[in-house]
Every structure is written in C-alpha cells, then in structure tokens.
C-alpha cells in the first residue's frame, strides 16, 4: 500500500486508525519504564500470556521480556491493516513486541486469534509443546464484548449495566476541538439473560479452559502459577462496575482461581490468583460508564510520582516479581493479589468521592461544560488534559519523536516466527 498521513480521526474514545510509528514508539517507552533486568533464573520462564497487544497485558508481556527474559506465547485478537485502514493498534504493537523479544533473546511466538475457541487453543499448545515444553505462568488479562457460546455456537454478548436498579453515569467525552465534556446518563438495570452472558463472556471459563486444555497436554510446570486480572474500584462506578454485570463476571473470575488452586499443585508453590489492578485508561475501561471521568478524577489528586498513578507497567513489573519470588504472593482475605493498594487508599478514596460529588453538583447546578473549553469546575477537579493525551496514545497519537506529518506505511505483516536477538532497530523518528 503507498504510505498515507495517519491523523486521530474517530467517534468518542474510539478511533478509526492506529499510527504504526507511534505505536511502536508506546511499547519502547514501556520498555524503557521497565527498568533494569530482575536477576537472571537459572533458566527462561515459558509463559502464556492471552491479551498481550494492549493495557494490563501488554504490560506483562514487556515486563516478562525486560525484566525476566520470558520465552513462550503471546496471544491478542487484533484487526488487521486493510485498503481503508490501519489495523488495529495492538497490531502494530505486537511487531514492535516481536523485535523488542528478539532484542532480549526472548523466544516469543505471537498468535493473533479468538483466545475463546477451541482450535486457537489447538494451535498455541501446539506451539507450546513443540517449541517450548511446560508453561510456568499463564497471565490471562482479555477483555473481550462477545464470544461464542460453546454448547451452541451463537454470540454471547456481555453488557456493562447495573444489576436490580438504575445507575446515573456521569461520562466525560470530548468534543470535536478536544474540549472536554461532561454529561449524564441513566443506565437501565441488566436482565438476568444479560448478566449471565456477561459471566460467561467476562468470567472464569476461559481461565478455566486454558488452564484445563495445559494441563490435558501435561504442559503445565511443576511450580506452574497463573493470574487473571481483575478490578474492585470507587464507590461511585460501583453500581455500574463492581456490583453490576462485570462485578458478577469478577465475582465468578475470583471464584474460579479458588477452584484452579485447589486442583493445581499447590505444595510445590503453584496456585491459581486474581490480581486486582488499579484503572488504567486502556479501550477496554473507556467503554465503562463512568470510568474515564473517574480516572482523571484521580489523577488529579495523586499525580504521577512515586506516590502517584501506578502506570500498567508498574504494576505488570510487581506482579511478575511475585510470580517469580519462592513464596507465595501475599493476598487480602478473599485470596485476591492486591495491586490497586495506591489506588484504594481510604484517603485517596475520600478525595475523589467528594471530587466526584462536587463535580456532579456543578453538573446540576450549570449544564454541560461550554463548547471551545473546558469548565473550570470540571478542570479544578479532573486531570481532563491528561486523559486525552492517554486516549491518543492508546492509538499511537502524540507519541514524542514520531513524525506526523510523514507518510507512513500501515500495511505491515504480522510477525513471523521468533527470531535470534539482533539490535533493536529504531522507530522512525520525526524529521
Ligand atoms: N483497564 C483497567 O482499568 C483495568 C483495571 C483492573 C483490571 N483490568 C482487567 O484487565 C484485563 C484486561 O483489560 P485491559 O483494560 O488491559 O484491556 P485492553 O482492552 O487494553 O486489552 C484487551 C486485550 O485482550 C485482547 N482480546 C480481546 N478479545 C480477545 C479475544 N477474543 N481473543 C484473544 N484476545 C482478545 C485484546 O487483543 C487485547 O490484547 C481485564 O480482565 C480487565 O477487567 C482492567
């Protein structure tokens, strides 16, 4: 395809195409957060990690590379470039993952397909038993609208909805200039059709059934250890989140690491958890009512330093220290790792609840926020700025160091089998 100039160019939080460049410049910049090398194992960890082009599973996939010299299968569903359009931007970020594996010597094989069906199961244990032996960590972090039911082959469709009453959303968007906007919604309650498609979508089956496929392969390590990721979050998104639909897909998710412990070998320091992790502005918790005005809530209260937002990475870098450690990684009384410490920090939560209710106040009191900039009152209290440079980045945009103003080409393969570690070769940077 010739090269084109690439612009943001979409409807809400979602945009229409990914700037390749830019996207390989985000997995570099999280790369170089990674930090130096954990101290070398004796030998390279084989892990599986489902959902690794985006979010919390990018994160581990990288840190796994940097830190712990993974070897093992990556595993994303993302859209192919087409004449239109780019692909998607995991697309691109998986090719700069396959280099960046390569620089560190890390055999990885990335497979590009619905994790819910039973022949990409077939294809990555292939892949698994041939190239790398047991698997010692599966990281299972998708978030996924549908998949097929197994019994019938129809479409299950999960719902983000509260359970049993109304929720009022407040939703922060931005308009055509990047002004940000705020207004609210009243979200009906789910039926039970609705939250029992969202268990089976968002809860433990899949877990489950890549945990049983290893093992009915006799691919799982001696001391194997799988995570799967989950979120509790603020009061205020509670209705629509924890207790709502995807809170009973979380509830489900969180019992099902109970059962795969008790059927893993758990003397030998293996075991099935849930890591709770803090919000992260990634596709998946933008299409959450709610969740992107709280996250710039709570940006602007804690910042980004140490104390501050713990980026993804950060986090994905702690879990993997655990998973690697000889003991077991330290939970809360439900079993759940706890990586959303900074986040629910009683006084943290306080300041953002009385954020969130003055914000909603003025929203009363004055309407939505004047087109051509923003509202004082919503800028005094939420990192607005913030949040659109993270939703532009999730696609490759405002990325420091990419030209985009060059034209840039967008029909790029998918990675083929690993490779021997060669030098990283340079994103292409601006003019
Ligand atoms: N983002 C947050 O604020 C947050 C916080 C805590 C926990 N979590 C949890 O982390 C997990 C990942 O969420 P995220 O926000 O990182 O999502 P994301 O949208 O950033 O990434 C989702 C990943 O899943 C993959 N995927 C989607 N459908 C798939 C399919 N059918 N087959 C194979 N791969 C598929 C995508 O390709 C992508 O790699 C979810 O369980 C989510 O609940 C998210």
Sequence with gaps: MTPRVVRPDGRGFLLFDAHPAGCARSVDDLAAEAGPPAPPP????????????????LAAAVAGIVRHGIDGVAVCFEKPPTARRTGGAGW????????????????LEFVNADCFLDSTRAQVLALLAERFGPVDHLIHSVAAPRRPDPATGRTLTSVIKPLGAPYRALTLAFGEEGAPLLADAQIAPATEAERQATVQVMGGRDWEDWVGALAGRNLLGPRFRTVALSYVGPEATAPIYRRGTIGAAKDDLEATARRLTGALPASRGGGAWTSVNGVAVTPASMAIPGIALYAALLRRVLGDGVDGVQSPLRQMVRLWDLLAADAEPPTDALGRIRLDDWELRPEVQREVAGA??????????????????????????????????????????????????????SDLPWPGPSVPATALPPVPAAT
């Excluded at 990690?49 to 599973?57: C, K, L, M, P």
């Excluded at 090719?95 to 055999?107: I, P, Q, T, Y």
């Excluded at 209710?357 to 607005?384: E, I, K, Y």
């Design 42 to 57: 004796a030998r390279r960890p084989v892990a599986l990690i489902i959902g690794s082009s985006a979010g919390y599973g």
């Design 92 to 107: 691109y970020r998986t090719r700069r993952l396959a280099e960046l594996a390569a620089a560190h010597g890390s055999r």
């Design 356 to 409: 969130w209710d003055r914000v909603s106040a003025a929203l009363d009191a004055g309407g939505p926020a004047p087109a051509g900039g923003p509202a004082p009152w919503l800028d005094a209290h939420a990192d607005t700025a913030w949040l659109r440079r993270e939703l532009l980045r999730l696609y490759g945009f405002g990325l420091p160091g990419v030209d985009y103003d060059a034209p840039v080409e």
